[in-house]
């Protein structure tokens, strides 16, 4: 782990940690896979968290043997998605904390596995979040190679910070899939994790920290002003 007094940025991921889309992407896909006498398992869902949205849709379609195309299934999934992410609610603690981190000055940027304008929908109705943000980086930005659980949204993320940190084990992630934390961790960074209640706690051991809510986390053991909600 770093040296806990020289943390400098923060990262967080999106959905299912700031804002609480996952189960609006559970909903939609199980109308789908209903269709065809299929439901969405919580192992597959796993799988597919935090992945770019075709190579998730072909782990589901191929875990459920759908007769289905990757790129059917996200028109059609997509299309209910865009209706509904405008009413996401944030989740416990996540502006508290956001906001927190921007009075006390510290340089924040999300890294998701949205596509852009996924993302700005999602968004739209979420102004006090935004302006607390230096940037933001989705999946489908043409610097983004790889998916999670590559290395590549992290560090691209990081660069991007003006001044961006002098090494990676100077940032923390705030992560709520397997993916995204193998992902951080692979770009050298220190991760703390929420995970949603249907991940098994053996996947979660590569994390520094596993919290039940960004209500609990604890700043001050990472040299960070301490964090209370109010």
Known sequence: MADLKKITHVIFDLDGLLLDTETIYSECI??????????????????????PRLE?????????????????????????????FPRASLLPGAIELVQHFHRNGIPIAIATGSHQHAYDVKM???????????????????LVKNGKP?????????????PPPETMDKVIVFEDAPNGVQSAKAAGMNVIMVPDKIIDSKNTKLADRVLESLEHVHLEEWGLPPFVKN
């Open 150 to 162: 590559s290395p590549d949204i992290f560090l691209i993320t990081a660069s991007k910070f003006i």
């Open 30 to 51: 199980g109308i789908i896979v209903a269709r065809y006498n299929r439901v969405l398992t919580p192992f597959l869902k796993i799988q597919m968290m935090g992945r």
């Open 56 to 84: 998730s849709a072909k782990i589901l379609i191929d875990g459920l043997e759908l007769p289905l195309t990757p790129e059917d299934f996200t028109e059609e999934l997509y299309s209910m998605l865009y209706e509904r």
């Open 124 to 142: 739209s109705t979420k102004p006090e979040l935004v302006r607390c943000l230096s940037h933001a980086i989705c999946s489908d930005n043409p």
